[in-house]
């Protein structure tokens, strides 16, 4: 299939090259041109803004963009997308933006006659080049239905989470429920360990306990706990700080939308905020720990 | 085996009726007559005192009281058990309270001659009825090692979890970041339902994901989600708002002690505070979910 | 002078009011024909729209909008004001925005030749009809000094805050503050009651101690302390729970773009969108103490 | 008269001082030999315990102690005061503890014929020595008056707070309304500043609008705002950060104690103990801006 790709930054890079190793053609736009050497190394056109990639012969395009105002600007400014796109032409939005804008953007799409989905990824880089990513999908069950196969050429978990903009409200509600979940651990850790208990001892202790979670068994904060988490190795790599703190962002904003509390959440991006404002922000957001530990 | 039980309130009951039911001799003091009634009828000889409890011939003594405060009458009181026990006797606490005072009685239980185990529970009064409570042991490894048959009666999981007072330990933590997780869970499936999503789909995007945890997959707060879960029968029955907010309330007691900041962890407090102060304290701490809803 | 005036609601109607009582001479726009039609009546000429308010011989705007999004669209959009203004003609933007919103509309002014102060005010609809306003001015000390007459007509306090968006920043700073100052005195004052002792006289011990804030000595929210504030009749009129709301959302959003934590700040943003979502957004911000009373 | 004085650490030793230079015939009691010994050459007589105090012929007991523990011990203890003292003698009970523990140690002085008051102080070292505190007592009107002359020589503010604890009731609720005060003008102030403005400009508008409050208009924690507040001399003096921690722990444990949620007090409490685990403990309380200052 044709594919437009707009977007090659760490994620969307690898995203499409797995969908040119996969055997599409794939015409691309970025705005760096060495993003955009790679992948016309490895076979792509590329094409010189927005515009003229909806006016190539595409018959998807996929986006991958770092905030909503980008994805507003793509989409909906005079010389963006939707302005120079024929009818029919499906779209893909895999940026990680808020759910309302997500939906003011699907909202024009389908008045312009082009079906659209939002459809945010979690899996990281590691997860991009291995087209291992998940995508929380919004957008109505034929479209997804549609999409699926080439969503599949990235990633593993495909999940249909409902209407226009459900794919955002799913990845604000989880990213949100995960920002506060290690915070507790962090401190559920460090309050065992300095009452102390030998850090391993608890952590399999919550683990077969009602305190069981995603941070505690796979991604526990306490160095020596996991020898596979970012804490065995300095809290690099892994998913950062200052994008968690992004997510907690969109998440807050979301709420205030929608006149709903989130009370720990809005605690836990102050946490990040906090931690990121001391210089922590590339480190993986499981170094939250180190607000709490006394003895770094 | 001859076995003295004090406290034999809601849990107490239960677990002395399953020693009773397994083979061994009890014998039971409480403040409450009907309390003992029952256990008598059962076959349990009962004392006027802790001093009598310890002056008899019993070779190991448990309790189950309410707080700190019992434990340290019952245990170091002029008139209590220390000050009447013989060396040899063995001692298994298993009230839950803050681990300072657990190491503060089970040192003076030392001195006197007497190992002491700290004991604390999980699994409520349904799992001291069908004996597979969760004990959390904190003590030597030897004293363990004795005192596992008899726990095995009450219990189904027995952990070992270090030296004195670290089953106390193992208890204020995880319940602590149950609490935080509880109303993370409640926070992301409100914030996720007023913006527009099914809360089904939204549970089952969670427990598949990062923010998957036990107040999400198995406990989940948001009425339809789950059928077993107290949000399925009106938050009636399961753990009560109060003893969670007794569980937090010795966590930052604990961690106030040792200067160790639990940052969500007194913010959980707080909120189940505010929640109990409007009445409904008696409530399964899961309807904490009810400070969010807009819809009720 | 001939004055224009955009936006006519509780506060700008009033404002304009005043400066036509005053002698000038107004050309106003607002979308509600009923807001219009009460200027009219006092002597004013209306306009079909921004970019035709900006075509008439007025040589200040002044213009009191809800949010960030009108303001950007009345002066920034295609047939805005600065795009239909000649060089020269002042600006002056008394809404309550973010501060880098205002900053960008004024260096858009400032490019088209368009001095531009922000100066959103406090005071509420009292102060607007009375004329006693205070004003938070960003901008130069030179265009500051020539407002300083007209703005004189509408308020009694008129404070330079430094270079453009200042006036701004001061008001969400100082907004953000008594946000957090109001919920500090409700948790002090319920807790000294429920401890036992009288509000007045610890509103008095307080009023005279290190405690002592606006929010106690002049608007205490506890009922029976002060008659002139909102707690002495039912919590109505005042400054809405909403309009802080309001206000602490522009401070989280201005501190996040700066990457400046504010933890407490976010909490009372929080427990402000709670009591509001109770149904409780037209009281007075300082109802906010109904959420800690436990007798009401 | 004829006075006993009970624990000459730093505050009760100047208080002590102030009643000899004031004439009074002073018998002291403190486990630290040199705290007594720069009394004993001031002319003070002194004894070797609590008991013997209680047995000299002292009319009035003052004592001056860390904390709720040592209160209950001098005065509830085998050997304590009251097992010790004359029905008639008066007693005054300044150390700073939770309200509940001073009803219940007055309640047992009364019903020993001891009349007592509690009369926590406020002021610093500083005030002691210069005989200037505030006092904020608790007890009946009667002995309220008696009392009155002796504190005056040492305070000069005697605020009569209403029956028995009360005056630990004000001072907790008083200062955790400060401590909360403290963070939110830090918090307003870094935003204001990180946002561009001059902190001197903000806290001119401040201290004239609605944040107006003591931690910003006399004890400014921004440094070069004022002259006079611990912001200008380093942080060093004033009013320790552990002391501070002391009273919120106070307040949160007394609002516990009566089921009175106070969130903004427990979070004050968890950032002043963040602060402390990093070494802080010592500086004055307004140093908690350094957790927010980015440009530090």
Redesign the interface.
Known sequence: MHIGFLGLGNMGGPMALNLIKAGHQLTVFDLSQSATAQLVEAGAQTVASPAALAQSEVEIIISMLPAAAHVKSVYLGADGLLANLKAGVRLIDSSTID?LSAREVAAAAAKNGNPMLDAPV?GGTGGAAAGTL?F?VGGSQTDFEQAHEILSVMGK?I?H???S??GQ??K???????G??M???A??????V?????AK??AG??N?????????D??NPFPGVLDTAPAARGYSGGFGTDLMLKDL?L??????Q??????????????Y??F??QGNGGLDFSAIIN??R?DT
């Open positions: 759910p979690s998940t929380m978990n999940v989470c409902g209407a903009g459900n409200v799913a604000v509600a989880n990213n949100m429920l995960l506060i979940s915070i507790g651990v401190e559920a850790m460090t309050l065992g300095s009452l102390g208990m030998d001892v608890l202790i919550i077969t306990s009602s305190g069981r979670c995603w941070s505690s796979t991604y962002g998440a807050s904003e979301a709420a205030k929608v006149g709903q509390p989130v009370i720990l959440g809005a605690l836990a991006q102050q946490l905020q906090s990121s404002a607000l709490y006394k």
